[in-house]
């Protein structure tokens, strides 16, 4: 790994060196692929200058009409702007670079814009329109005259396809797909530099596959898989998510040896620096409440604690900019409708001063009265709620739901898997739905489902009190539960 991040320091040293020195100067076509190989991954020491080193290849590529250095750079660019989430300005750069590339019978590049394409439809959700570009251009293929091409492009199609159907729950898709795109990678030459990078990606989604359904062995060998290739790259989402699940293998099955706490930390304390290090906010968010479970068996109550605010903190940043809109619509107060109480006076006469003072206290003793019983029963109410059932009629099934509240109220990962055993029919019900729908969607519905309140689901998540409230709206709108609606009755009928 020192060997690879030194190779990199050096290739980036003379990257910047190239873009200082020769801004103003010719780049030869050797420089300029010299260059591009530097960042055709994204790493600690690029992360942050693709967009300016990628604008320069590409004006320094049109000056020596170097079309296929134009081509690279726009490509490399748009899937830069795909990761960080800008939009606005990738469909220009992938129109060109296909424009360029059909005058150069480049059949490679052709496709490769179109993976881009699909992976940004993909990331807005219009999963009609991605299942539609990928059907059209992977016919594009079989034109690619160089064999290792031909079947490295299969590898980002097949991908493609994993995010398109990851993204609407279609596991049997996604494994599918999965398995014909490890089987390709596989088959590439050693040479080829982005061999391991799919294959750690594809091992890595088989990890979360296995770990989901509690295959050890499986999950084991698809680990091992990631170990065989994970010193052959210094992509940080590669590296972040490889030592966050060999943590999370040391922490769930290895238990028996002694040192596996400290061994798990490790790694996740690596993960933690690799998303710290790429920005990665979602990584960051996955990892914060492992470290925290982690010190809470160590017993390091100021470490636990340390990293549950991260978490509390990064998990209000994330929603904050989400939420601008909903908040408006859900908690804005509408001044304006709220006018002062109208007074009136009238004059008492000296036998009413009697009533008048008796009748005001008798009214506030019983309004103090009617709130304190009201207050109790509530009280009452969300402490049973709290540490309850939801009841069904039916003993075991009651005993059932008791136990999944439990590992809800715990944050357990094993809840969804168990919920589901106990209702099969849940998660298909709501996808006839709104089958867009994702795991944490789905994973929410289940917490409404058993009737958990927002108090509750705000501690067992660590989330704020608005977001999950701004959660629920959201799943209103997407279930189409209407206002008037209870959503709690509404989902206890799926």
């Known amino acids: 790994m020192m060997k690879i991040m030194m190779k990199n320091i050096y290739f980036l040293f003379f990257t910047l060196l190239n873009v200082a020195l020769f801004s103003q100067n010719q780049l030869t076509k050797k420089q300029i692929d010299s260059i591009q190989n530097t960042i055709f991954t994204t790493n600690s020491e690029n992360a942050s200058k693709i967009e300016t080193i990628t604008t320069d290849l590409y004006y320094q590529s049109k000056e020596i009409s170097y079309t296929k250095g134009q081509i690279n750079a726009l490509l490399r660019r748009a899937a830069h702007r795909v990761n960080i989430k800008e939009f606005d300005k990738v469909q220009q750069d992938l129109n060109e670079a296909i424009s360029l590339s059909v005058e150069e019978d480049d059949y490679y590049s052709m496709a490769r814009a179109k993976t881009i394409e699909a992976a940004m439809l993909n990331a807005l959700k219009l999963y009609s329109q991605t299942q539609k570009v990928l059907d059209e251009n992977i016919k594009l293929i079989p034109k690619i005259k160089d064999k290792n091409k031909?079947?490295?492009?299969?590898?980002?199609?097949?991908?493609?396809?994993i995010n398109l159907y990851g993204n609407q729950n279609m596991e049997d898709f996604v494994h599918y797909y999965a398995t014909k795109r490890l089987k390709s990678a596989l088959l590439l030459p050693n040479t080829e530099k982005e061999k391991p990078i799919v294959i750690l990606s594809t091992a890595r989604l088989f990890c979360i596959y296995y770990a989901t359904a509690k295959n050890f062995k499986?999950?084991?060998?698809?680990l091992n898989l990631q170990e065989k290739y994970i010193n052959q790259t210094d992509n940080l989402f590669d590296l972040t998510f490889y030592h966050k699940t060999k943590a999370e293998f040391i922490y769930n099955y290895q238990k028996n040896q002694k040192d596996y706490l400290d061994r798990a930390l490790e790694h996740y304390k690596l993960a933690e620096k690799y998303a710290g290090q790429s920005n990665n906010l979602m990584l960051k968010e996955a990892i914060y409440p492992n470290i925290a479970k982690i010190y809470e068996a160590k017993k390091n109550e100021e470490k636990q604690a340390q990293y549950l605010n991260k978490y509390t903190e990064l998990k209000d940043t994330v929603v904050k900019k989400e939420n601008k809109t909903i908040e408006k619509l859900v908690f804005q107060a509408d001044d304006?409708?709220?006018k002062p109480m109208q007074l009136t006076t009238r004059l008492v006469k000296p036998e009413e001063t009697k009533s008048a003072v008796l009748y005001p206290i008798?009214?506030?003793?019983?309004?103090?009265?009617f709130f304190l019983l009201f207050y109790y029963k509530r009280r009452k109410r969300a402490s049973n709620e709290f540490y309850g059932s939801v009841d069904s009629g039916d003993a075991s099934l009651d005993e059932k739901n008791k136990e999944l509240r439990q590992l809800a109220l715990e944050n357990n990962i094993a809840f969804l898997p168990s919920f589901l055993e106990v209702y099969p029919e849940f998660k298909e019900n709501i996808l006839r739905i709104y089958p867009a729908l994702n795991n944490s969607d789905i994973e929410f519905c289940a917490l409404l489902k058993l009737k958990l309140n927002s108090q509750q689901i705000s501690?067992?998540?660590?989330i704020s009190l608005r977001a999950v409230d701004s959660k629920k709206y959201r799943l209103r709108k997407k279930l189409g539960v209407l206002s008037n609606q209870n959503i709690y009755e509404w989902l206890s009928k799926k």
Do not use: A
Not at 150 to 160: D, I, K, P, S, V
């Open 336 to 338: 304006d409708n709220i």
């Open 218 to 222: 499986k999950l084991e060998y698809y």
């Open 150 to 161: 031909r079947r490295l492009m299969e590898t980002f199609f097949y991908g493609r396809y």
């Open 362 to 369: 008798l009214i506030i003793l019983s309004l103090i009265l």
């Open 459 to 462: 501690w067992s998540k660590k």
